[in-house]
């Protein structure tokens, strides 16, 4: 048996508070080269009530302890217990407060976790969401010890003539050996997650902002040397984050600077330390000709996402890791309505559905599977997962769904009035809204508990005679992996019935309870509604907007779902529709032997297809996004056993060709009428357009077998969107011909010095399909660009060859899983954190095909019977392998 009981599990059930009160915490970092001192002074008071016997029990990990005092003088030492992972003190005051004064001293070139104090290219930083503080210095290191800090950082003034923390600037100074130091006053309680220090060579990049109340603040983003001007596009959409945090939510900044830091190291998008943001440097540097639109967008969310961060995760902050949801789940839904709002409503939610379906859908349907708000855990850095995020934001999407906008805003209003400084529970969020608006939110409460995807089976009845619609729901949940409940949760239901006129008709139900307007409040196992009056048997639109995370089983006839998704009102609904049309008879296809020599989507799919992305009166994103079919992963998903990654493929592309060859006139137009001559602009309609022209010349590509139009627009490319699409096209349908080479180099020698355009260049290489891409990665891994100690470079290639290379990662002979295995093993040396991320791309080997599904669980349990992996590593593994 795989030994998963390592390390120990963190239950819910077993809260409690500390027994000690932090009241400040005051710090001095002295950076040397090789080595940085830290002192820390804790002001703490036992609390009323705790045991006056108790210990004080700070938390460690790696650490040196260099120095101890009690009030001013070292302790007897049987007074404390040190080790690497914990300092346990006692014999404390029981009846006043009292300083502890702990030194510790670490070796941050040697951090290569990227947890706690690390160099990045020489610049001295900090990551300590969730446990990263303890690897600093002893401390109460859990979210719901909060206090004010006081941080006074030492270093050379030639390396460092930059010094940050968070809150405000208080102090500088001169010290001698060319040193000097910089004082920073955090006013804030904060926990010690949200702590952050910066030291470094860098340039900086600043702007001032006057909030709605007329308070300014200075901001301000810092990069390595040489950058900052590829940081413009990062400040603009800060003050757009800024400013509609006020007009959205009332919500205004409170320090009087905003500083952001972009590293090159960095195990995750970025992180929201209270006044100073850090973040991978992916989502801050751009410029039109090495950032794709797609890098726009992602730079655009995050940066919204770690500010909004300092309402809903820092001024209310979490009371322990299993509330995690409370926000991330909040902070994403608020980034994904800033981009709705920003950008094309309809398409920032098809973006959206689409990312919830290919992440989120398999975690929950596999045996990573767990509540929105977990139970338990072995380690919390392998639940910042599209579970708590994306199926988070889905949940709060439905109340806001259930309350309408102005219910939901009182409600959001109420939890900031009430829970401003506050360490919250999900409870308490909750609360908030049932007690804003009088609404009864139980049965919504329980999405946040019972793991897995509902499925919602919707019927209809219509009777001619008696002109009568009956239509009926039901939901099913089965017990999963996570061993959660399956009671009937509420899911709104947004629907509309569609007349052949294409207008929603204004009916009102005759029977049904729970029928609000345009949305279905089903609460029940199942309910009914009845409608009558009609004038016709109306097509039943159901779903709009995704308004709840179920798959959805609708029995409807083809004939009807091709009339939505031309007639549709509701333009998300007639891409879901549309897509699900696809996916279905994707999947069908996939199912039979030899299906790739079969039309796997019928002429009438095609031409809806077609229909949709040459409506010129729809915008060009939405145009794009009709013509993008379901990923590899997406119809595995659906298929659910006994997957052929093969055939799955074989479908796939005949498909693409089919609908190539069927559209080619059209496809040749759009191409033809892109404007690659103007200068680019990131906007909402210059993306569409760019997307709209690309995915025509995918399709041309596969139906005509000509690199030609390819090699054309790869050469004259004015901005790396185009430059990018093209050479995918080349190197992934025209892998080793000359046309696809002499690109490849090319792009390599132009961007040989920007290491955000190689992690491009490996990850198009990784993502090459053919069987031939396990020797291929095989051969980057050697590559002087490489590297296993930067995550962005890992991710690349190693997680990019895993999550996005069906064909190659499940080669039929395990050699794709055997290359990755190999990998994991080397980075979890590094860097648990990443190898358990890419440990989670084998999560749905239990549905492949037999033979493959033995390859797959042979390579995990391998893996799982050595003996030094980390506890990052074995809990992914153990979990997948349940
Ligand atoms: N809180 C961060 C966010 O979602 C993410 C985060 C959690 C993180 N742990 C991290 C980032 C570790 C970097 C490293 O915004
Ligand atoms: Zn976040």
Request: hydrophobic residues 40%.
């Amino acid at each position: 048996m795989p030994r998963t009981d390592d390390g120990q599990t963190i239950k819910l059930a077993d809260y409690r508070a500390t027994d000690f009160v932090l009241h400040s915490v005051a710090m001095t970092i002295r950076l040397f080269e090789g080595r940085a001192d830290i002192d820390t002074t804790l002001e703490l008071e036992r609390r009323k009530g705790a045991d006056a016997a108790a210990p004080l029990v700070l938390d460690g990990d790696e650490l040196t302890l260099t120095g101890l005092a009690l009030d001013g003088t070292p302790p007897e030492g049987d007074r404390y217990k040190a080790s690497p992972e914990r300092l346990e003190i006692t014999d404390l005051p029981s009846d006043r407060r009292f300083t502890l004064d702990v030194a510790t001293t670490l070796v941050p070139e040697n951090n290569t976790k990227l947890m706690g104090l690390y160099r990045s290219n020489g610049i001295w930083c900090t990551q300590c969401e969730a446990e990263g503080f303890r690897r600093i210095t002893y401390f109460l290191d859990r979210p719901d010890v909060l206090a004010p800090y006081t941080v006074r950082i030492e270093a050379d003034r030639g390396a460092a003539p930059i010094l940050l923390s968070n809150g405000n600037p208080t102090e500088t100074g001169t010290l001698p050996d060319n040193r000097h130091f910089a004082v920073w006053d955090d006013p804030f309680n904060k926990p010690s997650y949200l702590f952050a220090m910066v030291a470094g060579d860098l340039d900086l990049i600043h702007e001032p902002f006057t909030t709605a109340s007329g308070k300014s603040v200075s901001l301000a983003i810092y990069t390595e040397k040489g950058r900052s001007a590829q940081a413009r596009y990062a400040l603009n959409a800060l003050k757009r984050s800024m400013v509609w945090d006020e007009r959205r939510f009332g919500r205004e900044y409170d320090l009087d600077v905003f500083n952001i830091v972009a590293i090159a190291d960095f195990n995750m998008g970025a992180m929201e330390n209270k006044g100073l943001n850090i973040f991978n440097h992916k989502y801050v540097l751009l410029d039109p000709e090495t950032a794709t639109d797609t890098d726009y967008a992602g730079v655009e969310t995050v940066i919204a996402h770690e500010y909004f961060h300092n309402w809903t995760g820092n001024r209310i902050t979490c009371r322990d890791w299993f509330q995690l949801c409370l926000k991330e789940g909040l902070t994403v839904y608020r980034d994904q309505e800033f981009s709705a709002d920003e950008r094309s409503a309809t398409v920032q939610r098809i973006s959206s559905v689409r990312r919830l379906k290919a992440h989120q859908f398999p975690e929950d349907q596999g045996p990573l599977q767990h509540p929105v708000r977990p139970t338990e855990y072995r380690e919390i850095n392998n639940f910042y997962t599209a579970t708590v995020y994306d199926k988070g934001a889905e949940l709060v999407r439905m109340i806001e769904t259930i309350l309408g906008r102005e219910g939901f805003r009182k409600g959001m209003d109420l939890y900031f009035d009430r829970h401003d400084g506050d360490a919250a529970t999900v409870e308490d969020f909750i609360a908030c809204f049932e007690v804003a608006t009088g609404e009864d939110l139980s049965r919504l409460a329980l999405w946040y508990g019972q793991a897995g995807t509902p499925t919602l089976t919707v019927t209809e009845d219509y009777d001619a005679a008696a002109d009568r619609l009956t239509v009926g729901f039901k939901q099913t949940l089965q017990p999963g992996a996570a061993g959660t409940g399956t009671t009937p949760m509420h899911i709104p239901i947004r629907f509309g019935l569609v007349g052949s006129n294409g207008q929603d008709k204004d009916a009102a139900p005759v029977q049904g309870a729970g029928v609000e307007g345009a949305v279905v409040h089903l609460t029940e196992a199942e309910a009914s509604v009845v409608f009558e009056n009609l004038g016709e048997r109306p097509y039943l639109s159901v779903l709009r907007d995704f308004s709840a995370p179920v798959t959805l089983d609708h029995a409807q006839s083809e004939a009807d779902r091709l009339a939505l998704a031309r007639l549709d009102p509701n333009l998300f609904n007639r891409w879901r529709i549309l897509n699900d049309l696809v996916g279905a008879a994707l999947t069908k296809a996939s199912r039979r032997p030899s299906s790739a020599t079969q039309a796997p989507l019928a002429s009438e799919i095609i031409d809806a297809i077609l229909g949709s992305a040459g409506d010129e009166s729809l915008e060009a994103a939405f145009r794009a996004q009709a013509l993008a079919l379901p990923g590899e992963a997406e119809i595995a998903r659906m298929l659910a056993e006994n997957v052929d990654p093969d055939a799955v493929h074989a479908v796939i592309e005949t498909a693409r060709g089919d609908v190539g060859k069927r559209g080619a006139a059209l496809f040749a137009r759009l191409h033809a009428d892109r404007e690659s001559s103007v200068e680019f602009s990131p906007d909402a309609e210059s993306v569409g357009k760019r997307a709209l022209a690309n995915a025509a010349l995918g399709y041309l590509a596969a139906a005509t077998g000509d690199p030609g139009p390819a090699e054309e627009q790869y050469t004259i490319a004015g901005n790396m969107t185009d430059r990018l699409a093209a050479l995918t096209v080349l190197v992934h349908r025209f892998p080793d011909t000359p046309a696809s080479t002499s690109a490849l180099n090319d792009f390599y020698d132009r961007f040989e010095r920007d290491g955000l355009v190689i992690d491009k260049w490996f990850a198009i290489q990784a993502t090459i399909p053919s069987p031939k891409a396990v020797e291929i990665v095989a051969g980057l891994a050697t590559h002087p660009k490489f590297s296993l100690k930067n995550p962005n470079r890992v991710r690349a290639l190693v997680g990019t060859f895993a999550a996005a290379n069906q064909l190659a990662f499940h080669r039929a002979d395990g050699a794709g899983y055997r290359w990755v295995a190999e990998r994991l093993v080397e980075i979890d040396r590094l860097n648990p954190q990443v190898s358990a991320r890419v440990a989670t791309t084998f999560r749905s080997w239990r549905s492949l095909e037999p033979a493959r599904r033995d390859k797959a669980s042979a390579t995990l349990r391998q893996l799982i019977e050595l003996k030094d992996i980390s506890a990052d590593l074995r809990d992914i593994l153990g979990r997948s392998l349940r």
